[in-house]
């Protein structure tokens, strides 16, 4: 069984990939911290994109830790490969994998994590059972989520691009069928896994610098293909979503943006 992932790959979607990621990681960092990450772990991340958290896992790892990082596309590996050596990381073996297959690694690791991956599987739920099976004893499962949930997403001043951006993804996500409710499933499926010491926190970061709120425009874009072949806009009126949302970016708006779900749970020993 196979897959589909909705959002485009590659150089089309790294500098929005790269965006998203130091909005969001500083907290991530924090949070994987305070779940026990460190020196000389084994680690694997899944759905791991462009990289950007492997490398950061891999320096946390250490000389003495390890990270596996898998994705199904080649395309993001490429990336990720040379965003590792330009941080000048090589502690990271990146493979092309699905998911979906993860347990023929036949590996057992410290430390596993994934972000923006489960949302995109027909069956979340069994992946992050295979996950927790490939856990050390005492070892920790981590997941952060985007919570779609009451999406909570608005400008001050309210801004109508901003309503319809939010609008446009929920609807893309759903005919891309990815389940946007997955953030909030996620401590009743750690608890059905058999996870201990359960954490779930959420993050909602606030725009407020142009390079900031450049991913609204970067995601539409990112969703343009699902959208216009759903018929949620006309071109035309998709291209005049666009350039509001690329005004936006100098315009005194603050944004509060897509809220994250981040659980950590432990492997018992
Ligand atoms: C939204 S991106 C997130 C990338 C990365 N985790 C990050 O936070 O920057 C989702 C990633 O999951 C990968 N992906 C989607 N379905 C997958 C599957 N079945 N197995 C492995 N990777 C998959 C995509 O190729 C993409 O790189």
């Given at each position: 069984m196979t897959t589909h992932y909705p959002l485009n790959t590659g150089e089309r979607d790294a500098l929005r990939l790269q965006r998203l990621h130091d909005i969001y990681a500083p907290y991530t960092q924090t949070f994987l911290q305070a779940a026990g990450?460190?020196?000389?772990m084994q680690i694997l991340e899944v759905?791991?994109?462009?990289?950007l958290m492997a490398i950061l896992l891999a320096q946390a790892a250490g000389p003495n830790g390890h990270v596996v990082a898998i994705d199904r596309s080649a395309e993001q590996l490429q990336i990720a490969k040379q965003n590792a050596q330009r941080a000048g990381v090589d502690n990271i073996e990146f493979i092309c994998l699905d998911v979906l297959n993860?347990?023929?690694?036949n590996r057992q690791f410290d430390f596993i994590y994934d972000r923006w991956?489960?949302?995109?599987?027909?069956a979340p739920f069994a992946t992050i059972r295979d996950l927790f099976s490939m856990l050390k004893p005492n070892g920790i499962l981590t997941t952060e989520e985007a919570s779609?949930?009451?999406?909570g997403l608005y400008s001050y001043p309210a801004v109508s691009a901003v309503q319809t951006w939010g609008e446009i993804f929920g609807k893309s996500c759903a005919v891309g069928k990815a389940d946007g409710y997955l953030a909030d499933k996620l401590y009743s499926y750690y608890q059905q896994i058999g996870c201990q010491n359960i954490v779930l926190k959420m993050h909602q970061p606030v725009l407020t610098t142009p390079i900031e709120k450049s991913v609204l425009a970067l995601g539409a874009y990112s969703f343009q293909t699902l959208a216009l072949q759903n018929g949620f806009l006309s071109e035309e009126d998709y291209q005049k979503f666009i350039a509001e949302l690329t005004q936006l970016e100098t315009q005194d708006v603050m944004i509060v943006f897509v809220r994250n779900a981040l659980i950590r749970g432990r492997k018992p020993g």
């Open positions: 990450l460190q020196s000389g759905g791991c994109g462009t990289g993860i347990k023929s690694l991956l489960l949302m995109f599987l027909p779609f949930f009451n999406l």
